[in-house]
Nanobody, 118 residues
Framework: QVQLVESGGGLVQAGGSLRLSCAAS????????MGWYRQAPGKQRELVAS???????RYADSVKDRFTISRDNAKNFVYLQMNSLNAEDTAVYYC????????????WGQGTQVTVSS
């Protein structure tokens, strides 16, 4: 059964840090891209950061130099270290994993709430 379990969200003051984790079930084969998206109230879901199996990263301009994405391929984990948080970072954060071109899939976690108080 495919399962993505996110953890690490919560309430933090502006300027603080949080670390999100996402565990993808071992039944998911050959994960290519892993990423984090977020959706704030009244806004569309947007990419926060992604990382390829080989470690190539991509970040939204709004989080560059503040957030760091990493992954553990052996454990099927992806992490998002979030520093210098501000109120605009408040959103539900979703973990996403995608398969390779020869075996495409696109799975999402249930989301974890991050609330930054100003």
């Amino acid at each position: 059964q495919v399962q993505l379990v996110e953890s690490g969200g919560g309430l933090v003051q502006a300027g603080g840090s949080l670390r999100l984790s996402c565990a993808a079930s071992k039944s998911i084969p050959s994960i290519n891209d892993m990423g984090w998206y977020r959706q704030a109230p009244g806004k569309q879901r947007e990419l926060v950061a992604s990382i390829t199996r080989g470690g190539i990263t991509r970040y939204a301009d709004s989080v560059k130099d503040r957030f760091t994405i990493s992954r553990d391929n052996a454990k099927n984990f992806v992490y998002l270290q979030m520093n210098s948080l501000n109120a605009e970072d408040t959103a539900v954060y979703y973990c996403n994993v995608r398969g390779p071109t020869y075996y495409p899939y696109d799975y999402w976690g249930q989301g974890t709430q991050v609330t930054v108080s100003s």
